[in-house]
């Protein structure tokens, strides 16, 4: 390649009429004799020195990239035929081995009846936009990426206005529109008419307050598309220019419902433990209480003791071990308290539906006065000698007040009642259903001891369906 005052003539001094800063070459192609002349630059933006190479059309586009070359050739083979600019990038091959990104653009071209011509344009180094063009691009596809997979909306608004600018495809599965008719009329109004009115103001204000430099978590109900209400908590936070100025607010809308729902249950879970809890205290005092009342003996109250509080234990263990929204039925509860005070089956006789749901709230005092009931009768009735007999029958009826409740119906039957002991106080479990049952659970009850057993009935309100 030559400079253009070793190209000579005309060529050599268009070329210098069109020299430009680097990065920019202008250049003059001769096209019979396929020479060239352009500005220094130009041998800067090919990569040869003036001493070395000799400009030629053939010899620029060999290092012309393969899959770009025929844009050139049919840029150049046209140049002249249609109005305005043509322009062609490609990728050029440097004599280093480095690829650049170069425009070339040709002006025109002029041509007589003898002459193939001349044609006259620019060559630009396009390289470092390309790769700004190009980072842009892909930061901004990583982003479309990231917000089309995200659970969560993504969206940002312009501050002064507060239109939507981006919506993420979240939208249309949280809030069950369109995010494409959302983006088509983009107003702060259009989103706050699916949000409740009672929380749109508490929208507003956290808006204005991001506006303002802050950052702003708000938890609000949204009206859905198929009408159902959900609770979105919103992330928003401000955008800044390069002078620290809010120019737009972004968000993130997370749909918070079950987590709203999950608290509310742990505050009611919390609620009716602490009430069971001050229950639980309550009945472990009186059972002390009335345990010491009735035994003579340090070793007696053990016991008898110890046998009242593990009946409140297993009370508590059946609990425990329910899962959400399920209860402690009857037929559980009496069938823990036979096994614990090893009834042989042989002598009892059971009765009744199985799957009868029992409130929470009458389950402790219920299973004390199952506990003592099957502990007289192994003391004292039917199961302290192997020929006695215990029927236990139940069933759902109503009373004449619509009220359900469960009835049970204890009955012994045994050849001789074993007496306690002369002297013993006694009578607690008797107490207990006869004044405790119906004073706390709205029970009706009847309690004999006859010669051959205890002869009980308990009727137990239920929970109404």
Not at 23 to 45: N, Q
Not at 331 to 341: K, M, T, Y
Not at 392 to 418: I, N, Q, Y
Request: aromatic fraction near 6%.
């Amino acid at each position: 390649m030559t400079t253009p005052a070793e190209a000579g003539g005309e060529d050599g001094a268009a070329g210098s009429r069109i020299a430009r800063p680097a990065h920019l070459a202008g250049w003059v192609w001769h096209v019979a004799s396929d020479t060239i002349a352009w500005s220094d630059s130009g041998f800067d933006i090919g990569g040869f020195r003036p001493s070395v190479v000799a400009p030629d059309m053939h010899g620029f586009l060999s290092r012309v990239h393969e899959q770009d070359r025929g844009r050139m050739q049919a840029l150049l083979s046209r140049t002249g035929e249609e109005r305005g600019d043509s322009t062609c990038q490609f990728r050029y091959w440097l004599p280093d081995g480095q690829q650049r990104q170069l425009l070339l653009r040709t002006l025109f071209r002029l041509r007589d009846a003898h002459d193939l011509g001349k044609v006259a344009g620019t060559l630009h180094d396009v390289t470092g936009h390309v790769d700004v063009e190009r980072a842009l691009h892909e930061s901004m596809a990583r982003f479309a990426q990231f917000g089309e997979a995200a659970s969560d909306v993504l969206w940002i608004r312009n501050a002064q206005t507060f239109r939507l600018e981006y919506l993420s495809q979240a939208f249309d599965h949280l809030y069950g529109c369109d995010r494409g008719t959302m983006l088509a009329n983009p107003t702060l109004e259009k989103w706050t008419s699916l949000i409740l009115r009672e929380d749109r103001h508490r929208v507003r204000e956290a808006l204005e307050r991001v506006r303002a430099g802050e950052r702003v978590v708000i938890e609000y109900r949204i009206r859905r598309g198929d009408g159902t209400i959900r609770w979105m908590r919103n992330t928003k936070f401000p955008l800044l220019d390069c002078e620290g100025r809010v120019v737009r607010i972004g968000g993130i809308g997370h749909d918070a419902t079950e987590e709203k729902e999950a608290s509310e249950r742990a505050q009611v879970l919390m609620a009716e433990l602490q009430h069971r809890t001050r229950n639980l205290m309550a009945v472990v005092h009186a059972v002390a209480d009335r345990t010491l009342d009735e035994c003579t003996t340090l070793a007696e109250f053990r016991d008898s003791y110890r046998s009242r509080i593990t009946a409140i234990a297993r009370v508590h263990t059946l609990l425990s071990s329910l899962d959400e929204g399920r209860t402690v039925t009857f037929d559980r509860l009496l069938l823990e308290e036979l096994q614990a005070h090893g009834a042989d089956r042989a002598q009892v006789v059971l009765d009744g539906p199985g799957g009868v749901g029992l409130e929470s709230a009458t389950l402790q005092t219920l299973a004390l006065a199952l506990h003592e009931l099957m502990t007289n009768a192994t003391k004292y009735g039917a199961l302290a000698a192997g020929s006695g007999r215990l029927a236990v029958r139940w069933r759902r009826h109503r009373r004449e007040d619509g009220t359900p409740v469960l009835k049970v119906e204890w009955s012994e039957a045994c050849s001789e009642v074993v007496r306690p002991e002369p002297g013993r106080k006694g009578g607690y479990g008797r107490e207990l259903i006869e004044r405790a049952l119906p004073y706390q659970l709205k029970a009706r009850t009847s309690y004999e001891l006859t010669d051959h057993g205890v002869e009980c009935v308990i009727e137990v309100p239920l929970r109404r369906r």
